[in-house]
């Protein structure tokens, strides 16, 4: 008798804590908590945007959601991030379609050297892409906006001016922007941008490959004296949410959420934009950075060693059963479209 009363309370008491500690859902019980993940520093372009959203939802949706944002890895790691956010690790989480290129085949199309001009330009695109062909590497998750950095250039402790400059010279990418270092004949070293202010101190490597905002957001100005302008290619990001969160919302949030989407891929790039600009305004005048400006001839020889990867890319991605000679008109067309809007 007294041992059932006593497994009756645990029972009880077992249920209170599990509500306690369930995410609360409908206005009734107060706002819906959503953790939003992503892996770099909070200074960093991606954390930016995150803040602007999460301001954005919580404004629009007059308190019925509150947003907690865990930058630097505090809840999710850079190459964790779909799974995590699959798995319900975290409700909503940014990630670098870079560091999977292998899982995002179609979307890192936009990684190939198609000379996009700039962040805001190609994260519409990006957006663009993923909304006409919806592929199926995001089928399990809900897609809430993709965006994409302005062009990658070379910031480096050794000045590159030319190609012999970068011969076997060890510098940070990774996916396609880590392709084309390669087809130049540098050593490329894959990692996520939040390992590599470590590798750069520790001399793992001698610069990165990258757009150039992070020379001030995270300090690379004080270790890479030098810049290269290639204004090349770009790395693509999606933010992603976990189904069951985004199923368990109310109509009127997921409305919300859904016409901030391209709003948000727009607001990131013409953030991106400017920010690089400003960027590389205080590197040269606080830390002395050269900006190297190659020779047109010498840039000719650059480009030319980029021809066979787009090539390469419609070859591989074929074999997996894409349009891919199709998807890459479409991307150069939707380019040119969105650059002269
Ligand atoms: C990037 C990633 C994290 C924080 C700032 C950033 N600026 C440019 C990128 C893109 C990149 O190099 C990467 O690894 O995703």
Redesign the pocket.
Known sequence: MKRQSFCGWTAVLAVLMIMGTAPVRGAAAGPVQLRYANF?PAP???CVQMERWKTEVEKRTSGQVRIQTFPGGTLLDAKDMMDGVIAGQADIGCL?M?YQPGRFVLTNALSLPLAIPSARVGSLVLWDIYQAYQPESFAKVKVLTMFT?APANIMSKTPVRSLANLKGLDLRA?GGAAQILTAWGANQVGM??SDTPEALQKGVVQGLF??L??MK?LKFAEICPYITMTETVI?PFAVVMNLDAWKALPEDVRKVMDDLSVEQAEWTGNYMDGHVEEAVAWSRQHHGVEVITLPPAEKAKWDALLEPITAGWIADANAKGFPAEAIVKDIRHRLSVRAGQ
Request: zero cysteines; a negative charge.
């Open positions: 770099p960093t372009f991606p670098s870079a950095t990774s996520p941008m990258s757009s905002e992070v957001d790395y």
